[in-house]
């Protein structure tokens, strides 16, 4: 859950621990409301300034049924 994310991003900060959160936004379904909560995860992890945290955006594979 996302409130166990949070948790271990508090827990590596106390320890002195640089967590590494990777996010993938832009999968073909996902809507604009989705992309933003999950950009708005990336920000209050950085805030928290224990993590790094990014947003890559989904690539589908060639040929694949989420290219076409």
């Not at 950085?46 to 694949?64: E, G």
Request: hydrophobic residues 40%; proline residues 4%.
């Amino acid at each position: 859950t996302l409130e166990q994310v949070f948790e271990t991003a508090d827990k590596c900060r106390r320890h002195g621990i640089g967590g590494i959160f990777n996010l993938i936004v832009g999968f073909p379904d996902e809507s604009a409301d989705s992309v933003d909560r999950t950009l708005a995860v990336a920000r209050r992890l950085r805030s928290m300034r224990c993590a790094r945290a990014s947003a890559s955006r989904s690539m589908p594979a060639p040929h694949s049924s989420w290219a076409s």
